[in-house]
């Protein structure tokens, strides 16, 4: 059974950082695209990064580029995701999302759709707050 677990999330003040973590089990990261999701109240879920997408980078949205890092641990099985900088735009429940489309493995092409990834996880909250 394919499962993706998020951790590490919770209350942060502004500037602070945060290390999320998604861990798989059931599939190796080696054959798939990890993205990382985010939703905020009464907003769309939005791709914020994503790794081993357009032929083994690393994409970023704007709203996150020179303040989150993504990487992984393929011994772990695990993603992660450093948020440095927050600020309270940030606050959203945050979701690892996995795809095997060879599309966004080659090009990164349309890492951003939701509808591509076929594994999801149940969410981690980031709150940034003072």
């Known amino acids: 059974e394919v499962q993706l677990v998020e951790s590490g999330g919770g209350l942060v003040q502004p500037g602070g950082s945060l290390r999320l973590s998604c861990t798989a089990s059931?599939?190796?990261?080696?054959?798939?695209?990890i993205t990382w999701f985010r939703q905020a109240p009464g907003k769309e879920r939005e791709a914020i990064s994503c790794i081993n997408c357009g032929d083994g980078s690393t994409l970023y949205a704007d709203s996150v580029k020179g303040r989150f890092t993504v990487s992984t641990d393929n011994g772990k099985n695990t993603v992660y995701l450093q948020m440095n900088t927050l600020a309270p735009v940030d606050t959203a429940t945050y979701y690892c999302?996995?795809?095997?489309?060879?599309?966004?493995?080659?090009?990164?092409?349309?890492?951003?759709?939701?509808?591509?990834?076929?594994?999801w996880g149940k969410g981690t909250q980031v709150t940034v707050s003072s």
């Open positions: 999302a996995a795809t095997r489309s060879r599309l966004i493995r080659r090009s990164g092409s349309n890492w951003r759709v939701r509808d591509f990834y076929n594994y």
């Open positions: 059931g599939f190796t990261f080696d054959d798939n695209v």
